[in-house]
């Protein structure tokens, strides 16, 4: 079994990136995901997606402001 630290990546974020976890990433974990984010990174818009990116429809992606190019 492979722990947390070998799953771990280095992450170099900009303002607007979409951050993809698994679908069974608990709740706390999210949040104090998002919080540390927060605090390292303060006013930087993130969005968090939970599962696979490829399941969300273009309705959902332009009602969030995604749009294709």
Known sequence: MTGLHD???K???HDGDVICLPAD???????????????LH????LMYVLGDL???DE??????GWYRK
């Open 59 to 64: 309705a959902a992606m332009n009602a969030a």
């Open 11 to 13: 992450l170099e974020l």
């Open 25 to 39: 990433t608990l709740e706390e974990h999210i949040q104090q995901m998002s919080k540390t984010v927060r605090e």
């Open 42 to 45: 303060p006013g930087m818009r």
């Open 7 to 9: 799953q771990l990546r």
């Open 54 to 56: 490829q399941a969300l």
